[in-house]
């Protein structure tokens, strides 16, 4: 079992900046994939960003690649999403979410373990 709490939310003006982090507990988190989603309102979840359990491999949605940073500390059993150029559209409720594979995923059902979410608000 993989337990996700999210940290970090809040409410910046656009071009500003937010690192998330990602707190996990549980025995397979060094081996799990980790991926980060979000939410806006009356739309599905999407995908943001994923990395895989070495640290080595990331990929990014092309809404934020080259704004966006996935990083892990392993020895913190702690994930982060550094946003920068935040624009009013990266909006959302983000969570976290960790598979019991080890890849780092681009879909949702590809995770097993989720955390709770926290808010970024941006404004224009």
């Known amino acids: 079992q993989v337990h996700l709490v999210e940290s970090g939310g809040g409410l910046v003006q656009a071009g500003d900046s937010l690192r998330l982090s990602c707190a996990a507990s549980?025995?397979?988190?060094?081996?799990?994939?980790m991926g980060w989603f979000r939410q806006a309102p009356g739309k599905e979840r999407e995908f943001v960003a994923a990395?895989?359990?070495?640290?080595?491999?990331?990929y990014y949605a092309d809404s934020v690649k080259g704004r966006f940073t996935v990083s892990r500390d392993r020895a913190q059993n702690t994930v982060y999403l550094q946003m920068n150029s935040l624009k009013p559209e990266d909006t959302a409720v983000y969570y976290c979410?960790?598979?019991?594979?080890?890849?780092?995923?681009?879909?949702?059902?590809?995770?097993?373990?989720w955390g709770q979410g926290t808010q970024v608000t941006v404004s224009s």
């Open positions: 990395i895989n359990w070495s640290g080595h491999s990331t």
């Open positions: 979410a960790a598979e019991e594979g080890s890849s780092g995923s681009s879909y949702a059902h590809s995770y097993d373990y």
């Open positions: 549980g025995r397979s988190f060094s081996r799990n994939g």
